[in-house]
C-alpha cells in the first residue's frame, strides 16, 4: 500500500513538472507568435500608408493635368 502511494506521488510531481514546462513552452511560443503579428501589422500599415500616399499623390497630378 504505501509503495502504491509513493508510485502515486512520484507520478504526481512528474505531472506537475512536466505541465509546468509545457506552459511555459506554450507561453514562450505565444509571445513569439504575438511578436511576428505585431511585425506584419506593422509592415501593413506601411504598405497601405505607401499605397494612400501613391494614390492620392497620382489623384492630384491627375486633376492638375486636366
Not at 509503495?3 to 513552452?25: G, V
Not at 506584419?40 to 494612400?52: A, C, G, P, T, Y
Not at 499623390?57 to 486633376?63: F, H, K
Amino acid at each position: 500500500m504505501w509503495q502504491n502511494q509513493a508510485s502515486l506521488t512520484a507520478a504526481e510531481s512528474k505531472l506537475t513538472k512536466a505541465k509546468k514546462q509545457h506552459d511555459m513552452l506554450l507561453e514562450s511560443k505565444q509571445l513569439e507568435l504575438s511578436r511576428h503579428l505585431k511585425e506584419i501589422s506593422q509592415r501593413n500599415d506601411e504598405v497601405l500608408s505607401f499605397i494612400i500616399t501613391f494614390y492620392e499623390s497620382s489623384m492630384s497630378c491627375a486633376v492638375l493635368s486636366h
